[in-house]
């Protein structure tokens, strides 16, 4: 690595400096007693800090009965503890939990569809309305992001996918103890407070995200048909109904179970003292008591024995997605789909660009990626949409002509070394940013095993041969493993 | 010369002095902080021999160079019947190829360096950037030129261009926020060159000699400013930039056409799109103010109380409290050459559509009546202040940033006194902003959603003017 490195420089007539730090170098990892993964790297461009925490456990691992409990969890988490959030905890407490009680009444009473009782549902929301305003006297609305803000704290947020739950923030450098202050109590003392109103604050996302949106319904029903035994296929907010039955207990459930210490993976990326910030961390997260391990999904995928096509009537023009199962992150089979995704779908170079956008112009847009997330045996995705006149047919027929040309002609030294090209600027460039740098450094631990996982890559890429690019295709590309998923505009093209 | 390097100074100091076994954990309420104290970093201001400014900031972090040329030139100079010409040339200029490279040894050249060139053109404002390795730097640099001075706007490329922009024409009504995103924008300048949008007939009336005579009136360079950030030596770049970009004899002095301010009248209109869907898209808003306003620093503070954080009132009230909605909010973008918007928007079922707007303007008509508390005010404050060293965490942005507020006409010193400027905004200040810049009883309304399963009609919010979303696109 440093030997390519140096070499770069010498031919460089307008870079002065030998850039000795590679991430390699630059990344110091600390694990602690408990099994929290600490990585740190100092960057002292601005100071500032990004502090992401991410929790090994997404929706992939909730139990059919809690679909979309990963997610909502994540929301509730934004919602106190037993001192921050709250006036007074003890005097909160006995009315959270008849809270919880009524609503649950509520919840099974509602199960019964047209057997339920009107009278009996409408009497359960007054009482839980009564019971919800007097809790809300105890609550510090939002006091997490108050305290962070007055600080400066800004992109305070979360995200929740199939993998994984991530927690970050940015901070002016001198106050990344609050961090450590608020993210431990958070742990610890989590109260998820004002549940079932925020149930109605999910079920506006999942509106606003899926419902109204045809691309994204689309895109929801496509992947929900490619699995039909995998959690991968369950989007990862719930269904409707799934967010209408979840609870306060749940969530706590999923919360005891799963944030623990020894799932967590912390990356503080930014102006600071790599000792320093150790032992405060250390101080704040040290004596938190580690839980059990989150077991690993054991459910396979059955192989496909057939294409399956899926079609959303919708107000919109035509979309087309096709998608064929692969390995997971990590596997040799994924580097390979890693070069082709590149020579397929990346820049105006790309074989779909060139093809179906300048050549034959039947789409002005087409990308290549894989989904829905990538711990386990996931998707290679095509989504394109056509051009008007041209049909959905026409599209279809064209993606399928350039993954058959992998699989019967060599692909040339020099697309493969362009695309060597570009892993080595993004090497570069990624380590720009204190957030983005936190993002890859949390997301390849949890999902690859390891951080380094970025640093190995390009040496993996380099070692694809266009050998494995033509067995990959024909292994992969076939009809049986296929899924088509398209938009048909309602009432035709009126 | 001595490479000019930027100098960030700043004092970081461990809040809590670290003893081995010191266990002391603070109280997240009541904890305090060493000072840190933040030097806003400058970049070097560097006249070409051309006399187009430059702005410079070299840093080794990355082995990479960045560069962006900002153009006086926009959607607002185009010709009433010719609505999405900056558009197409913003794109074609990279697209088209340039210098005579044709557009796929371009795209081959470029992408085998992991170098790229991009263009685009804004409402206001143009511009050609680049990005590549140093080692990559001359011949990038030389592509950057022929995109950004001497583009070819090669005939097949004009027509894929065309045929892309109709493509999107034919989908804009397909998400129902597109449309009230769009709708609101258009209803606001109604009138103004910001209001109008491509047609069908528009983009097909284009002619390649249009994209031409756009290009040349103004891509000079004396009409341009560049922004330079990255591992570079200052006098191997400023050598090659004056090599680059000799002076030619300017055919003509540079006339750039007056566009009168937007300003229309202030008056309450209900539009309401008919899609299918069992969520309405809501926006609400007027025009704003610009820049040049001496309000704007209480308008920055009045826009985080009312509408622009996570503990906004109408977060709060509208989200947190009632669950109407996932997303709501409300924001001036304060316009920098041209009067800018007020817009406050949401989401929400159905079922609640009235509901969420009579709610929303209630908030926000909330700010023109009482002052806000002290504990607003302060929060506000504190968080604008304490988190615009922000603004200033790449060399990029900051050479881009500094190279922005000469493009606009910044006062000297803006950045400088920033925050002494927020900090001197009073209760009555934002209540006096509020009373002149919110009129709620004169928004534009947009309704995006399925009138059927409204909680109530419409009309109980004022006279209704339904939009036509059928699209009748010519037969190619």
């Not at chain 1, 697309?415 to 460039?429: M, T």
């Not at chain 2, 009373?435 to 009883?441: A, E, F, T, V």
């Amino acid at each position: 690595m440093k030997t390519i490195l140096a070499a770069v420089t010498l031919l460089a007539a307008f870079a002065t400096t030998i850039h000795a730090a590679t991430l390699e170098e630059k990344v110091v990892e600390h694990s602690m007693k408990n099994g929290m993964k600490l990585l740190l790297v100092e960057r002292h461009t601005s100071p500032t800090v990004a502090a992401w925490i991410r929790f090994k456990v997404g929706s992939v691992d909730e139990r059919s009965d809690e679909r979309g409990i990963a997610h909502m969890l994540e929301h509730m988490l934004f919602k106190g503890t037993t001192t921050l959030g709250t006036t007074d905890y003890a005097a909160e407490k006995p009315i959270l939990d008849k809270i919880e009680a009524v609503a649950q009444k509520l919840m099974n009473e509602k199960a019964r569809r047209e057997k339920a009782d009107p009278a009996k549902i409408a009497e359960l929301e007054k009482q839980l309305a009564v019971l919800e305003s007097d809790a809300s006297k105890y609550v510090v609305k939002d006091e997490f992001f108050e305290l962070y803000s007055k600080h400066g704290g800004t992109g305070y947020n979360a995200f929740t996918s199939r993998d994984g739950t991530t927690y970050l923030i940015n901070l002016p450098a001198n106050k990344l103890e609050l961090w450590a202050a608020i993210e431990s109590d958070r742990l610890q003392n989590a109260v998820l407070r004002e549940f079932y109103t925020e149930r109605s604050v999910v079920m506006e996302e999942r509106r606003r995200s899926y419902d109204a949106d045809p691309e994204n319904k689309l895109w929801e029903t496509f992947v929900a048909s490619s699995f039909l035994a995998h959690p991968y296929g369950q989007p990862t907010i719930g269904w409707m109904s799934d967010i209408e039955y979840l609870t306060r207990s749940k969530a706590e459930r999923f919360f005891r179970d799963y944030y623990a210490p020894n799932n967590a993976i912390v990356a503080i990326v930014g102006d600071i003292d790599t000792r320093k910030t150790i032992a405060m961390v250390e101080r704040y997260f040290g004596a938190i008591k580690p839980g059990k391990e989150i077991p690993p999904v054991t459910t396979i995928e059955p192989a496909q024995s057939g294409e399956r096509r899926i079609e959303l009537i919708a107000e919109a023009e035509p979309a087309l997605i096709m998608g064929f199962h692969k390995p997971a992150i990590g596997t040799p089979d994924d580097y390979v789909f890693d070069v082709i995704t590149m020579i397929l779908g990346t820049g105006r170079t790309s074989r779909f660009y060139k093809d179906l956008v300048i050549e034959k112009q039947i789409t002005s847009d087409i990308g290549v990626f894989d989904a829905p997330g990538t711990r386990y045996p996931n998707l290679f995705i095509v989504s394109a949409n056509p051009r008007a006149p041209h049909t959905i047919k026409e599209v279809e027929e064209a993606i399928l002509a350039e993954l058959d040309t992998l699989k019967t002609t060599p692909v040339a030294e020099r697309d493969l070394l362009r695309i060597l090209n570009k892993i080595e600027y993004e090497e570069a460039r990624r380590m720009g940013t204190n957030g983005g740098l936190a993002r890859n450094l949390t997301e390849y631990e949890a999902t690859a095993g390891s951080w380094r996982y970025m640093t190995e890559h390009r040496g993996k890429i380099a070692k694809v041969t266009p050998a494995d690019i033509m067995r990959v295709a024909t292994t992969y590309f076939t009809p049986l493993n296929r899924t088509v998923g398209l938009i048909t505009k309602k009432g035709g093209d009126k | 010369m001595r490479p000019f390097l930027v100098f960030i100074c700043y004092l970081v100091i461990s809040a809590t002095p670290v003893y081995a076994g010191d266990q002391h954990q603070a109280n997240p309420r009541t904890m305090t902080f060493a000072a840190l104290n933040f030097q806003i970093p400058k970049a070097e201001r560097v006249v070409l021999e051309c006399g187009m400014p430059v702005y410079l900031l070299r840093d080794t972090e990355l082995p990479i160079i960045n560069m962006t040329a900002m153009v006086r030139v926009g959607s607002v100079y185009e010709p009433a019947a010719k609505t999405g010409l900056s558009d197409m040339v913003g794109r074609v200029m990279r697209s088209g190829g340039a210098g005579g490279v044709p557009p796929e040894q371009m795209d081959d050249e470029l992408e085998f360096m992991a170098s790229s060139v991009e263009s685009s053109i804004g409402s206001d404002m143009g511009m050609v950037s680049m990005t590549t390795l140093g080692k990559n730097f001359s011949r990038t640099l030389d592509i950057f030129r022929n995109v950004l001075l001497l583009p070819d706007f090669s005939g097949n490329r004009v027509e894929i261009a065309r045929r892309h922009i109709v493509e999107a024409l034919r989908r804009q009504n397909d998400d129902p926020k597109d449309i009230a995103g769009r709708e609101i924008n258009r209803a606001i300048y109604a009138g103004h060159s910001l209001g109008e949008i491509a047609t069908f007939e528009s983009i097909n009336s284009l002619t390649r000699q249009d994209l031409v005579d756009f290009h040349q009136r103004f891509f000079r360079l004396d009409n341009m400013i560049l922004a330079v950030s990255g591992d570079f030596d200052r006098t191997s770049l400023l050598n090659a930039l004056n090599t680059t970009f000799k002076s030619g004899k300017n055919r003509t002095s540079l006339i750039l056409p007056k566009v009168p301010q937007p300003d229309q009248p202030l008056q309450g209109e209900v539009i309401y799109g008919k899609k299918d869907v069992n969520q309405t898209v809501i926006r609400m808003g007027h025009l704003g103010l610009t820049k040049d306003s001496p309000d704007i620093y209480a308008i920055r503070l009045l826009d985080y109380i009312l509408g622009g954080s996570f503990t906004s009132r109408l977060m709060m009230e509208i989200r947190t409290n009632q669950g109407l909605a996932y997303s709501v909010g409300s924001h001036f973008d304060i316009g920098r050459r041209f009067t800018g918007t007020f817009i406050a928007e949401t989401e929400t079922k159905a079922e609640s559509t009235a509901k969420a707007i009579n709610l929303m303007k209630q908030i926000i008509s909330g700010m023109t009546k009482e002052p806000v508390s002290d504990a607003e005010l302060n929060a506000a404050r504190e968080y604008l202040i304490n988190s615009f060293m922000f603004g200033f965490t790449s060399p990029a942005s900051i050479v881009t940033q500094r190279a922005r507020l000469e493009y606009y006409g910044y006062p000297d010193g803006y950045l400088e006194q920033y925050r002494d400027n927020l900090a001197k905004v009073t209760k009555v200040d934002i209540l006096s902003a509020a009373r002149k810049y919110l009129h709620p009883d004169a928004f534009k309304l947009v309704v995006v959603g399925d009138a059927t399963k409204f909680d109530q009609p419409l009309t109980t919010l004022g006279q209704v003017r339904e939009l036509d979303l059928k699209l009748n696109p010519p037969k190619p």
